[in-house]
């Protein structure tokens, strides 16, 4: 979600969050009422499968609209007569009336089949899980690191809250989170892949790996390629949580159970500790699984400014042909791990609700 | 409202441990800090040398699109196509004339219409097998009958009538119509033992069974989608071993990731694309052990008008403006470009200005436009011809006789710097003919093209040895059947003078008569005002001077290396000396890059355990 | 930021609005609402004045809309034009051209200082439109119940889950490239989260007892949505507009760098996208390729400053530091 999503999608979270509050929805079903909850479940379950079927169609025609003939794009400045760009177009499939193609093009996703790739010429599935590895090593490697950082420093600024250490840590946030990521990694590119005066070039300036390594050495290889885009997307990415971590903690302890709690004598760690934290994790626990659903949809610019093997690139090349059956399944692959992200919290987020069933 | 709590006595240590962990950027950046003293910079990674001989990697912006030569479009997987198996004929890197490949020699039947190829005996498939006469006409044969074969090359095989091969030695092919280019057949010959197990032409890619059987200066190796293809020298190429054990083209996406490679030495050459920058190349200059390579480049940089699109039958179709049917105002047009002001600035010095259609660097079928009829830079003359055809200066905009502004469109790849920085030059300098233009940026232009809904349009291709299809698309034959449908056409151009020279050049076996026929040619295609070349761009590249020694360009004297029409760049190219201290010190810097590797790693871990920690100690701290 | 205004939602939160409590309502006089008018807006002022942050965003925004605004006088109306480029190409910065030249000879301070209007035009434009119609289905969808309010629902719900940015590069390819196309691929794909928020507000704002007064009055749909719920959610999409002109801002950069913005136009992120293919990173060209990031950066920040402090200002339990 973060570096080339931009700060509107940050409110996702919250418009995305479980039963917002003052909606009809259910909010909260006890656990303990399992009927409720299955209802709750059904009625979650089935509104993720209307989701799925519109991304499908939505999938279909988005890229359509696209004015641009694939088969001219793929033969761009060879020398192919008219014949041979008819022929093309009928093994495409590119001749059937639109009507057709749709149908055809749902009955095999149903089924699991996305069509073959124009540029590729194999089975766009089979591109989609060969690069998939390389976007969830990268974005997932920074989406732990982005998420642990974030709450760490929410609840530490929190905590401190109008200390120096919060002003500066929140301002600094803020301010990284302003930046483009890509430009961000351009920078990083020149400071540290080439160097600048004293500092020496000492990462690689882009790619997955050398390509000769193999064994312990490959896996060391793999993560001195990784060290520049994760700092990018840990830099811009980590404000977000940290920013919900911080005020949804700060939302806690202004709470009258904790000033009861500390009255009683608890311990301010202890308060902590036990209660403001669980309790403040809820609205962070549902941003955390909207990011997660984007870790799919990779990063588009990161993995373009270094040269990264993931779906992001995969996609944004794609989308020049454009190479339709590889973006329409990468376009339904990015929202369905949306969905799915989205679902799962709802489904979760009654039975982690601490307030409930105690 | 908030309670706060207080926050636990701001001691400078704790304050510090904040400063310290306040982002996972700020700590890996630290590691910079650790390990100031490798000397990293200084000795270039060499492209790996240690384990498997000499290794050129060379970087290259585009990926593969398929490694079948039945398939494959892309410049990058048409080259490795060609290292990966030998054509008929190949061109001479000094001239381009055509010199033996796999055949030894060629030769058309009186009526022209029959060539007989002779096929050499010395060229193995590198599983064993002899390469024969029946490989290459089973290749043309699979072509000619399996759409799905055709897709790559099927152009070459159009007019042909049927390929035989009487003997291992010999193969014949007869022609429907006469056809000169015949010893420009760039079709990559494949091993029919091979290929014949293949089912479905449209989705094998050949990228699954390694090392891939070829007979070419190398052998596919190995291959990762978006990553790199490696190809492995063909010891027993009849030519002689490439003089690199290894090869390697490595992708990367962004040019500037490509450069600061070559900096550090990770690759050995970087293929502009289509060039480096004037500002890479000006860097790249100042560097000790680097060479910026630059040469005549193959393509043409050039404005086509609309003349009005129109289908086979005549039929009009699209709304290109009615001004430009009048050659006064296409000439005009052309007069106020000052070609020399985008040679000096757009391309900074790394193009030739634009005469005629081919590019000089294909001296036998380039051509000049006399002096008088050269349209160089004359905005008065162009604001006079403007006069002339009607369009009077009315408060600085050209009017025409039904009163109208002239407003002009020029269409424009957005994927080319070039296109957008030129258009930027148009606007103004047309804006002071008074003519107005805006700048219409796409992806893909080909759609607003062929619906002939343009005015103007950046125009260019890649030329070959062989001009026939550059010269092919300006024909009537070329233009589409229906409106608005794909065609070969170009730019709608159809005229029967031109038809004729076409035809002529085509049948014209005498390479000397079929120059001359090309340049009348061109002199129309100048005149008409329906094309205006701009600028032939170089090519602009650069590679390792410690790491290649020597490398042949195309034209030898001075030419481009990636890209070239045959192989010689990467079969000729010479590793520089390793066994001097440069190599010592390349294996010790390979194995630093592992070292800061595992320092990072380190780092990027213990910083995650001391914030895990830093969190317990807390806890523990303020238990106490 | 995300939660941050979630319990700006929470039925029953006093917004600092007009015509927030019941009793006045029934003797509305003109000059009575606009006084209270001016005093909730001294109020908001004096509560916003006490945030720092806030107050630095908004100086830096003023300065910013100053220096675009005067982009002629500072600059000359010709600091675009190639054909009269004062310098050559990418020169490193010196008295005349304090950040350098571009490709074609053009100072690179003159351009940033267009750039900035391409920018903030678009930034504004496009958080207008997002918000506007946030505002619109959010208003609608709470107001109404029954069917039409699940299927606008619905619709936003699967916005919501298509992949923004994926979205906008989609919509930016379909449409030509031109500034207006920008600003539509940003408000189209964006104003969802506006409209859960609006409608969250919605629902909680007709829970209140004077608007079924107003109902049972016979105040119609169109009487309660306008006069009624609107003015009660504006603080709200306020604040929202704030921060949506700053994440329009990155994503017209991130557009136009990925080379989806129209290219006659100097806009920063056309200017980091120009720099790239002039091969400014590998030549080191830091003063070309710095400015436009920082710009973006200080301005996105300058906005999301602002919007920060306005919702803490509607909400003080958030505790922004000030």
Redesign the interface.
Known sequence: MTADSTPALVKQADAEGPAPAGSPAVRGPRARNTQAYLKYVAAKIFGAAVSLFAVLVTSFFLFRLIPSDPVKQMTGGRPVSAEQLDSLRRQLGLDQPMWQQFTSYVGDALTGDFGTSFQYHAPVVDKITEALPATLLLTGTAYVLYSALGIWLGTRTAWRNGSKSDRFNTALALTLYSVPSFWLGLLLIIVFAVGVGPIPGMFPTGGLESGNESGFAYVLDVAHHMVLPVITLVAVGYAQTLLVMRSSLLDEMGSDYLTTARAKGLRDDTVRRKHAVPNAMLPTFTLMFVNLGHVVAGQILVETVFSWPGLGGLFYQGLSVPDLPLVQALFFVFATAVILANTLADLLYPLLDPRVGR | MVERVPPPSAQPRSRLRILLASGAAALALTAGAVVPGVPLGAAPQQAQAADSGKTLTVAVAQSIDSLSPFLAQKLLSTSVSRLMYDFLTNYDPKDNHAVPGLATKWEPSADKLTWTYTIRSNSKWSDGEQATAEDAAWTFNKMMTDEAAAQANGSFVTNFKKVTAPSPTQLVIELKEPQATMAALDVPIVPKHVWEKVKDFSKFNNDKDFPVVGNGPFVLSDYKVDQYVKLKANKDFWRGKPKFDELVFKTYKDQDAAVAALRKGEVSFVAGSPALTPAQAASLKGDANIKVNEGPGRRFFALATNPGAQTKDGKKFGNGNEALLDQKVRQALFLSIDRKTIIDKVFQGHAVEGQGYIPPRFSEYAWQPSSGQSLAYDPAKAGKLLDQAGYALKDGKRVGKDGKALDLRILCHATDPNDKAIGKYLKEWWGKLGVGLKVECLDDVSVPWYAGEYDLAFDGWSVNPDPDFVLGIHTCAALPLKAKASAATDNFICDKKYDELYKKQLAEYDTTKRADLVGQMQSWLYDSGYMSVIAYPNAVEAYRTDQIKSITTMPEAAGNIYGQDGYWSWWSAVPADSDGASGDSDSGSSSTGIVIGIVVAVVVLAGGGFLLSRRRRTTADERE | ???????A???GAEVPAPEESGPEEAKSAGALARARKRRSVARFWREYRSHR?GLWGLAGLILIALIALCAPVLTGANAQ?????PGG??ESPSAEFPLGTD???RSVLALLIWGARVSLTVGLLAAFL?VAIGTVVGIVAGHFRGWYSTVLM?VT??F????????A??LA??M??SLWTVIIAIGVT?W??????V??QT??VE?RPYIERARALGGGHGHIMLRHVLPNVMPLVLA?TT??I???I??E??LA????G???ITSW?GM?Q?A???????????WY??P??IA???V??AF??CG?AIETVLN???????
């Open positions: 930021m995300t939660t941050e205004s979630m319990p939602s929470t039925p942050g034009s190639v054909t009269e480029a190409a990418l490709q074609f000879g997002c619905r719900d699967w919501l889950v298509m992949p923004t940015l994926v979205l590069i989609a390819t379909v030509d490239r964006t969802p989260t506006t409209a859960r928020l409608r969250a629902l909680a829970s929202q921060l949506v700053s994440s329009a990155l994503t950069a991130t760098f990925l080379g989806l129209d290219p006659t992120g980091l120009d790239r293919e002039a091969g400014a990173v590998s030549a080191g060209d830091w390729l710095a436009p990031g973006i950066a200080l996105a920040l999301t400053l920060r003080p339990k958030l505790g922004v530091a000030r």
